[in-house]
């Protein structure tokens, strides 16, 4: 799917540069409105995301209803919203677990090397070249449709870039003089992965997962447009914008406004993540 | 309104059935129809889907064909047919100087041979519909039906794809150890009797079928027809894209207009938005098994509930809301196009204090989960049971919806592990024992899974099959629809008509209520 | 010692084949529902079922049907496709060449649009231009590809009728023009993840200290971004187009769909929900094949490209 991006050397090439402020705190404000649409969608929106109103199908936008009704006569404000929480979920679940274990093992097998590397690399190789529709819909279908399936299925393929990520860098900073310093201080190797090379190498991991994020959410949509993604009557931006795609000619607003959202969650993703990425620039 | 809607529904139909005749026809050009999916595989006897069956009898002519309208039969490759007295036999005579596409002779042994290769209990899914015949004699242009029974059905039987006349000798000379093989090598290139012949299928992109010059029908100026050189199929999944060009002029047909777009469409004064006449109809199956498959209790095994949940169905605003207008409520398991429905069956009609009245009689007075089963991705699906979450939660029924993927729920279904799932059904042909034989036997299909088990239906059933007077058969249908719509063991919603856009050039095209597209007399006006 | 190399990672694939050809096989057969059913649809007898299975001869155990596999493969024989009764090779040689059409197609656009563009954004950092550029691909890349896709159709192909709706059209130019807005639509999205990476490496190009340096020892500014610059924006554009090759391959599927474009990505989703068995595993297997020497291939780009690059 298109929405999985190989991401590895995305990163890799980090600004050496400081970039100004500003973007880091645009993209925490703007994070901290999504987020309190998310935790108090009941006060921000006017309906409720599920009323259907057979009096006002397919309404534009008007004073009542500000981003129009879609084809049950539900508010297309108050699922945006309300979409929000989903949406924020989507993006954490679909990256938590990859990130954890991909930057674990990346860490761990960068530093033993060998052996273990290989293995890893060759199971990396069967993942990465395994077309990943396959993969969704076969474990989606085993498991049936939803989100959590879903989350399984990125999962289980997701954690390859924070894997290659970690590794790569750890392998750059296992020559580093700090690392060999701590080598003839006689530092335990685990104190050594844990305490010194991980904390420097998770950086490319960290600012991948923020474009990681948006790729999951979009990752959703293309789900929804192939009827696997979160499923009725729960309001998720991706599947309102594939569930509009019939009106986009006669009610061009039910797809048009979590287009929006949809693109102003990316914006708000990526600008942490280049914010972070000033931020976080390696101790070296 | 309901009234006003259908007598709208019924003049755009009136206006499609006679805008064929009213002109003299144009002779020639190619007509560009967008599909929504390519065919798989063009045998009559061994396909097993609709994408096959509504394009085969262009390229395979039957013996007898089902009238535009669907309501009955005329003929076909025969000129005429008698039953014999008893009823147990049926004697047809061949049209003479009949041709396949190559301009080789169609004789009765063809005839024989291809009804033979039809009724083989061993092939294909369809041979069923021919069960009745015992054996096949042929003299000159006439071909004997010996039956073991009467048969009522074999008129309409004789008119559907899979009764269609192959050529012998050009199968029989397909490469392939057994005759599954040669039909695989035949039917890429498969030579026919039909109106036209394929002439080129690039697969997934697109077909043409060319003018078969050796048709035997002859057109309104009194040439064989079919009027139109050449038929192109072009094969666009996405509704929006299949819209879009047609619009911008690049196909003169699209079949499978979403509903929501019908009404747009209309206004478009460059085309003709045609609803036609269809037999299909929309439903909700129901488990009415005492246990379910995991062992648990089955709310919808009370007669009461499931009266309930048909009650507390607001057919006119489902219909609303998933066909824009475009449908009307069902009344029998049967559509109203099918012969022998009974028009005066009451259906369902949504009553909200009936509703509440039967689930306060039944054993789960406050209410009860159910999952339905619904197919992933599907629009119409999505609609029905958001609108009818809504409508059921009014009488304590919580519907969950779990949507799967098409293989995954008919899995699910034909192992009876479900408690609802959706479902549509179009006729293949122009009998109602074909629903009947699946939607009331227990001993086809198990009722279409539902478990529903009537010896009075079945007796009923049994003598309709070899009933030869309208009447009596026509009321023991009456009885069967009865009976089934007591014991409601599926949820009517109602019936939807074929939407096709057609550019405004576009005359003569007919989809029958069947679905099979019908390219033999249509043409472009100039 | 780039024949040795070439030679080892040649090797390496060929276990990574033998476990895809492993994973699939289980894998489809793991889905629920099988291809009689997904054929035959709800109506289909038991009986009927039944006959099916055994005609495709599902009804034997799973490791004898894997050997016949095998044993095919090594024979060159992908089968027969379940729904479409012809043989998978000849559906692949079919269909495959208009999705590589597709691809490459994409990546060219892609690149035109992303290299000058990043250059631009990278020289002009931190001014309008560059929030420009930036914010107009990071939109792109937070719409789904589908509504991408059909806000290009409706507005470039129907409204403005620039180019034709769907389809894949006849010959080379033929195919250029067809294609033009599904390359489009799939380039953009490349093309956002380049902008923002080649940007980035760029202004570290820009910034460090040797170029300083040729800059001190009085080298023209152009050449400097010739020799300097664009080398190493061209070493992060091949990587980058290596790895993303195969989202680029699979992201095809969504895009041939609205387009109505006869390609393997279309083939696959049909196969997948019809249970082709055959034709899923010989697509996957081709799929794996073309993205393992696709990331060989890159990488021996890569190391021509860039003297520091070691082959290990």
Same mark, same amino acid.
């Given at each position: 799917?298109?929405?999985?991006?190989?991401?590895?050397?995305?990163?890799?090439?980090?600004?050496?540069?400081?970039?100004?402020?500003?973007?880091?705190?645009?993209?925490?404000?703007?994070?901290?409105?999504?987020?309190?649409?998310?935790?108090?969608?009941?006060?921000?929106?006017?309906?409720?995301?599920?009323?259907?109103?057979?009096?006002?199908?397919?309404?534009?936008?008007?004073?009542?209803?500000?981003?129009?009704?879609?084809?049950?006569?539900?508010?297309?404000?108050?699922?945006?919203?309300?979409?929000?929480?989903?949406?924020?979920?989507?993006?954490?679940?679909?990256?938590?677990?990859?990130?954890?274990?991909?930057?674990?093992?990346?860490?761990?097998?960068?530093?033993?090397?060998?052996?273990?590397?290989?293995?890893?690399?060759?199971?990396?190789?069967?993942?990465?070249?395994?077309?990943?529709?396959?993969?969704?819909?076969?474990?989606?279908?085993?498991?049936?449709?939803?989100?959590?399936?879903?989350?399984?299925?990125?999962?289980?393929?997701?954690?390859?870039?924070?894997?290659?990520?970690?590794?790569?860098?750890?392998?750059?900073?296992?020559?580093?003089?700090?690392?060999?310093?701590?080598?003839?201080?006689?530092?335990?190797?685990?104190?050594?992965?844990?305490?010194?090379?991980?904390?420097?190498?998770?950086?490319?991991?960290?600012?991948?997962?923020?474009?990681?994020?948006?790729?999951?959410?979009?990752?959703?949509?293309?789900?929804?447009?192939?009827?696997?993604?979160?499923?009725?009557?729960?309001?998720?931006?991706?599947?309102?914008?594939?569930?509009?795609?019939?009106?986009?000619?006669?009610?061009?607003?039910?797809?048009?406004?979590?287009?929006?959202?949809?693109?102003?969650?990316?914006?708000?993703?990526?600008?942490?993540?280049?914010?972070?990425?000033?931020?976080?620039?390696?101790?070296? | 309104?309901?009234?006003?809607?259908?007598?709208?529904?019924?003049?755009?139909?009136?206006?499609?059935?006679?805008?064929?005749?009213?002109?003299?026809?144009?002779?020639?050009?190619?007509?560009?129809?967008?599909?929504?999916?390519?065919?798989?595989?063009?045998?009559?006897?061994?396909?097993?889907?609709?994408?096959?069956?509504?394009?085969?009898?262009?390229?395979?002519?039957?013996?007898?064909?089902?009238?535009?309208?669907?309501?009955?039969?005329?003929?076909?490759?025969?000129?005429?047919?008698?039953?014999?007295?008893?009823?147990?036999?049926?004697?047809?005579?061949?049209?003479?100087?009949?041709?396949?596409?190559?301009?080789?002779?169609?004789?009765?042994?063809?005839?024989?041979?291809?009804?033979?290769?039809?009724?083989?209990?061993?092939?294909?899914?369809?041979?069923?519909?021919?069960?009745?015949?015992?054996?096949?004699?042929?003299?000159?242009?006439?071909?004997?039906?010996?039956?073991?029974?009467?048969?009522?059905?074999?008129?309409?039987?004789?008119?559907?794809?899979?009764?269609?006349?192959?050529?012998?000798?050009?199968?029989?000379?397909?490469?392939?150890?057994?005759?599954?093989?040669?039909?695989?090598?035949?039917?890429?290139?498969?030579?026919?009797?039909?109106?036209?012949?394929?002439?080129e299928w690039k697969r997934g992109s697109y077909m043409v079928m060319k003018r078969n010059p050796y048709y035997w029908k002859k057109g309104d100026d009194g040439k064989a027809l079919p009027y139109l050189d050449s038929v192109r199929f072009e094969i666009i999944p996405d509704d929006n894209t299949r819209i879009l060009k047609l619009q911008a002029g690049e196909l003169q047909i699209a079949e499978f207009i979403p509903l929501s777009r019908v009404a747009e469409l209309k206004a478009d004064s460059r085309l003709n938005m045609t609803l036609f006449p269809s037999t299909k109809v929309s439903s909700i199956l129901m488990n009415n098994r005492p246990k379910l498959n995991d062992g648990s209790e089955n709310?919808?095994?009370?007669?009461?509930?499931?009266?309930?949940?048909?009650?507390?169905?607001?057919?006119?605003?489902?219909?609303?809301?998933?066909?824009?207008?475009?449908?009307?409520?069902?009344?029998?398991?049967?559509?109203?196009?099918?012969?022998?429905?009974?028009?005066?069956?009451?259906?369902?009609?949504?009553?909200?204090?009936?509703?509440?009245?039967?689930?306060?009689?039944?054993?789960?007075?406050?209410?009860?989960?159910?999952?339905?089963?619904?197919?992933?991705?599907?629009?119409?699906?999505?609609?029905?049971?958001?609108?009818?979450?809504?409508?059921?939660?009014?009488?304590?029924?919580?519907?969950?919806?779990?949507?799967?993927?098409?293989?995954?729920?008919?899995?699910?279904?034909?192992?009876?592990?479900?408690?609802?799932?959706?479902?549509?059904?179009?006729?293949?042909?122009?009998?109602?024992?074909?629903?009947?034989?699946?939607?009331?036997?227990?001993?086809?299909?198990?009722?279409?899974?539902?478990?529903?088990?009537?010896?009075?239906?079945?007796?009923?059933?049994?003598?309709?099959?070899?009933?030869?007077?309208?009447?009596?058969?026509?009321?023991?249908?009456?009885?069967?629809?009865?009976?089934?719509?007591?014991?409601?063991?599926?949820?009517?919603?109602?019936?939807?008509?074929?939407?096709?856009?057609?550019?405004?050039?576009?005359?003569?095209?007919?989809?029958?209520?069947?679905?099979?597209?019908?390219?033999?007399?249509?043409?472009?006006?100039? | 010692?780039?024949?040795?190399?070439?030679?080892?990672?040649?090797?390496?694939?060929?276990?990574?084949?033998?476990?895809?050809?492993?994973?699939?096989?289980?894998?489809?057969?793991?889905?629920?529902?099988?291809?009689?059913?997904?054929?035959?649809?709800?109506?289909?007898?038991?009986?009927?079922?039944?006959?099916?299975?055994?005609?495709?001869?599902?009804d034997r155990p799973l490791p004898i049907q894997f050997g016949v596999f095998v044993r095919n493969l090594l024979q060159g024989d992908l089968g027969d496709s379940i729904s479409l009764k012809i043989p998978v090779l000849r559906l692949i040689g079919e269909r495959l060449p208009t999705t590589l059409f597709l691809t490459a197609y994409a990546a060219v656009l892609?690149?035109?649009?992303?290299?000058?563009?990043?250059?631009?954004?990278?020289?002009?950092?931190?001014?309008?231009?560059?929030?420009?550029?930036?914010?107009?691909?990071?939109?792109?890349?937070?719409?789904?590809?589908?509504?991408?896709?059909?806000?290009?159709?409706?507005?470039?192909?129907?409204?403005?009728?620039?180019?034709?709706?769907?389809?894949?059209?006849?010959?080379?130019?033929?195919?250029?023009?067809?294609?033009?807005?599904?390359? #489009? =639509? !799939?380039?953009?999205? /490349?093309?956002?993840? %380049? $902008?923002?990476?080649?940007?980035?490496? @760029?202004?570290?190009? *820009?910034?460090?200290?040797?170029?300083?340096?040729?800059?001190?020892?009085?080298?023209?500014?152009?050449?400097?971004?010739?020799?300097?610059?664009?080398?190493?924006?061209?070493?992060?554009?091949?990587?980058?187009?290596?790895?993303?090759?195969?989202?680029?391959?699979?992201?095809?599927?969504?895009?041939?769909?609205?387009?109505?474009?006869?390609?393997?990505?279309?083939?696959?989703?049909?196969?997948?929900?019809?249970?082709?068995?055959?034709?899923?595993?010989? #697509? =996957? !297997?081709?799929?794996? /094949?073309?993205?393992? %020497? $696709?990331?060989?291939?890159?990488?021996? @780009?890569?190391?021509? *490209?860039?003297?520091?690059?070691?082959?290990?």
């Amino acid at each position: 799917m298109t929405t999985m991006h190989s991401p590895a050397l995305e990163v890799a090439a980090r600004p050496r540069r400081r970039w100004p402020k500003p973007t880091l705190l645009i993209g925490l404000a703007l994070l901290l409105l999504l987020l309190v649409a998310a935790l108090f969608p009941r006060a921000l929106a006017p309906f409720s995301p599920t009323d259907f109103d057979y009096e006002a199908l397919l309404k534009g936008p008007s004073a009542k209803h500000p981003f129009g009704t879609d084809n049950f006569g539900r508010d297309v404000l108050s699922r945006v919203i309300y979409a929000t929480r989903v949406d924020l979920q989507i993006a954490v679940f679909t990256t938590l677990f990859p990130f954890i274990f991909g930057t674990l093992l990346g860490a761990l097998t960068g530093y033993l090397g060998r052996w273990s590397d290989a293995l890893v690399g060759r199971v990396a190789d069967l993942v990465v070249v395994f077309p990943f529709l396959v993969l969704v819909i076969a474990i989606v279908a085993v498991l049936g449709p939803g989100l959590t399936n879903m989350y399984i299925a990125v999962s289980a393929v997701g954690w390859v870039s924070y894997w290659r990520l970690t590794r790569g860098e750890v392998m750059n900073q296992k020559k580093a003089e700090y690392a060999q310093a701590g080598r003839v201080l006689g530092y335990s190797p685990s104190r050594i992965l844990l305490r010194h090379l991980l904390p420097n190498a998770v950086t490319p991991a960290i600012v991948y997962l923020m474009t990681d994020m948006s790729l999951g959410i979009l990752l959703g949509a293309s789900l929804g447009y192939l009827g696997l993604g979160a499923q009725p009557p729960t309001a998720e931006w991706g599947v309102m914008v594939a569930d509009g795609k019939n009106f986009m000619a006669t009610a061009w607003w039910i797809s048009t406004f979590p287009g929006l959202a949809l693109t102003l969650a990316g914006v708000t993703f990526s600008l942490i993540g280049d914010g972070l990425a000033d931020a976080l620039r390696p101790r070296t | 309104m309901n009234v006003k809607r259908l007598s709208r529904i019924a003049l755009s139909l009136a206006a499609a059935l006679t805008v064929g005749q009213a002109f003299a026809a144009t002779r020639g050009g190619q007509m560009t129809f967008g599909r929504y999916a390519d065919s798989l595989f063009l045998d009559p006897v061994l396909n097993d889907a609709n994408l096959d069956i509504w394009i085969l009898t262009n390229l395979y002519d039957t013996l007898l064909q089902p009238t535009n309208d669907g309501k009955g039969v005329q003929m076909g490759l025969a000129s005429s047919y008698t039953t014999g007295k008893d009823g147990k036999s049926m004697v047809l005579t061949l049209r003479a100087g009949l041709k396949f596409a190559d301009g080789s002779a169609l004789n009765a042994s063809d005839v024989k041979w291809s009804l033979d290769r039809a009724r083989n209990p061993e092939a294909g899914a369809w041979n069923s519909s021919l069960a009745s015949i015992n054996s096949i004699a042929v003299s000159g242009n006439k071909v004997t039906l010996n039956l073991k029974r009467p048969d009522p059905t074999l008129p309409a039987a004789l008119a559907t794809f899979n009764a269609a006349i192959m050529p012998q000798k050009l199968f029989t000379a397909a490469p392939g150890k057994n005759d599954a093989e040669k039909a695989k090598a035949f039917a890429e290139k498969p030579i026919g009797s039909g109106p036209f012949v394929l002439s080129e299928w690039k697969r997934g992109s697109y077909m043409v079928m060319k003018r078969n010059p050796y048709y035997w029908k002859k057109g309104d100026d009194g040439k064989a027809l079919p009027y139109l050189d050449s038929v192109r199929f072009e094969i666009i999944p996405d509704d929006n894209t299949r819209i879009l060009k047609l619009q911008a002029g690049e196909l003169q047909i699209a079949e499978f207009i979403p509903l929501s777009r019908v009404a747009e469409l209309k206004a478009d004064s460059r085309l003709n938005m045609t609803l036609f006449p269809s037999t299909k109809v929309s439903s909700i199956l129901m488990n009415n098994r005492p246990k379910l498959n995991d062992g648990s209790e089955n709310p919808l095994s009370d007669v009461n509930v499931r009266q309930a949940l048909n009650y507390a169905s607001n057919k006119d605003a489902l219909i609303q809301v998933v066909t824009y207008g475009n449908g009307k409520p069902m009344k029998s398991y049967m559509s109203s196009t099918t012969p022998l429905f009974d028009a005066k069956q009451p259906g369902f009609p949504y009553d909200l204090a009936k509703a509440k009245a039967l689930m306060a009689a039944s054993k789960y007075k406050n209410g009860f989960d159910v999952t339905v089963l619904a197919t992933s991705g599907s629009a119409d699906d999505l609609a029905l049971l958001t609108a009818l979450q809504q409508m059921w939660g009014a009488v304590g029924v919580r519907l969950k919806i779990e949507q799967l993927d098409a293989a995954t729920k008919t899995a699910r279904y034909r192992a009876n592990d479900f408690q609802m799932r959706t479902a549509a059904w179009t006729n293949d042909i122009n009998d109602p024992s074909q629903i009947t034989s699946y939607y009331t036997l227990f001993d086809n299909i198990e009722s279409v899974h539902t478990g529903f088990k009537s010896a009075e239906v079945d007796k009923l059933f049994a003598q309709s099959q070899q009933e030869l007077n309208l009447a009596r058969r026509t009321a023991q249908y009456q009885q069967i629809q009865s009976i089934y719509l007591k014991a409601a063991p599926i949820v009517y919603l109602y019936e939807t008509p074929y939407p096709v856009a057609m550019s405004k050039k576009v005359k003569g095209f007919f989809q029958i209520p069947l679905g099979n597209n019908l390219f033999a007399s249509a043409y472009l006006d100039k | 010692m780039h024949a040795s190399y070439v030679i080892r990672r040649l090797l390496q694939i060929i276990p990574t084949f033998l476990a895809v050809m492993l994973v699939v096989f289980l894998l489809v057969r793991l889905l629920p529902g099988d291809p009689a059913s997904a054929i035959l649809g709800d109506r289909a007898t038991a009986e009927i079922v039944e006959r099916t299975n055994r005609e495709l001869g599902l009804d034997r155990p799973l490791p004898i049907q894997f050997g016949v596999f095998v044993r095919n493969l090594l024979q060159g024989d992908l089968g027969d496709s379940i729904s479409l009764k012809i043989p998978v090779l000849r559906l692949i040689g079919e269909r495959l060449p208009t999705t590589l059409f597709l691809t490459a197609y994409a990546a060219v656009l892609g690149v035109l649009m992303a290299v000058p563009l990043a250059v631009l954004a990278a020289v002009r950092r931190n001014t309008w231009v560059d929030a420009v550029i930036r914010a107009v691909f990071q939109v792109g890349l937070s719409l789904p590809v589908f509504y991408v896709a059909l806000q290009l159709l409706s507005l470039l192909g129907a409204r403005l009728g620039w180019f034709p709706i769907g389809g894949y059209g006849e010959g080379f130019g033929g195919h250029l023009y067809h294609l033009f807005l599904p390359a #489009l =639509t !799939l380039g953009l999205n /490349l093309a956002a993840i %380049l $902008v923002r990476t080649l940007r980035n490496s @760029i202004i570290e190009v *820009l910034t460090a200290e040797y170029v300083d340096f040729a800059r001190a020892k009085g080298l023209r500014s152009r050449v400097i971004m010739t020799r300097h610059v664009l080398r190493n924006a061209l070493i992060a554009t091949v990587t980058l187009l290596g790895l993303n090759i195969g989202a680029l391959i699979g992201g095809a599927v969504i895009t041939e769909t609205v387009f109505a474009i006869p390609g393997v990505g279309r083939l696959m989703v049909d196969a997948i929900f019809g249970r082709d068995y055959p034709v899923i595993q010989g #697509l =996957t !297997l081709t799929f794996a /094949l073309i993205v393992s %020497l $696709v990331f060989l291939i890159t990488d021996l @780009i890569h190391a021509r *490209l860039d003297p520091r690059a070691e082959l290990s």
